[in-house]
Nanobody
Framework: QVQLVESGGGLVQAGGSLRLSCAAS????????MRWYRQAPGKQRELVAG???????NYADSVKGRFTISRDDAKNTLYLQMNSLKPEDTAVYYC?????????WGQGTQVTVSS
């Protein structure tokens, strides 16, 4: 059974940094693409960053140059380093992966950026 557990969220002032972690179990970590999504109140969930099994990355335009996605295969952990945070980055952040047509989500971690 695939389980994803996010951590590292919190309250930070604008311009600050946070690093989110997603601990994965039940999968051979390096074999699957991993992604970070976020959902702000009243808005749809959106893709923030993705990391393919080969190591290529993609980012939403709104976070390019500020966020970095990475993983540690030995620890089965995905990371999202978030720098220069803005109030509009406030959201619940979710870790995601899929095995064929089965998609898996963590419970989310709240990030709040104060102005």
């Amino acid at each position: 059974q695939v389980q994803l557990v996010e951590s590292g969220g919190g309250l930070v002032q604008a311009g600050g940094s946070l690093r989110l972690s997603c601990a994965a179990s039940g999968i051979t970590f390096g074999m699957y693409a991993m992604r970070w999504y976020r959902q702000a109140p009243g808005k749809q969930r959106e893709l923030v960053a993705g990391l393919s099994s080969s190591g290529s990355t993609n980012y939403a335009d709104s976070v390019k140059g500020r966020f970095t996605i990475s993983r540690d295969d030995a620890k089965n952990t995905l990371y999202l380093q978030m720098n220069s945070l803005k109030p509009e980055d406030t959201a619940v952040y979710y870790c995601n992966t899929n095995k064929l047509l089965n998609f898996y989500w963590g419970q989310g971690t709240q990030v709040t950026v104060s102005s």
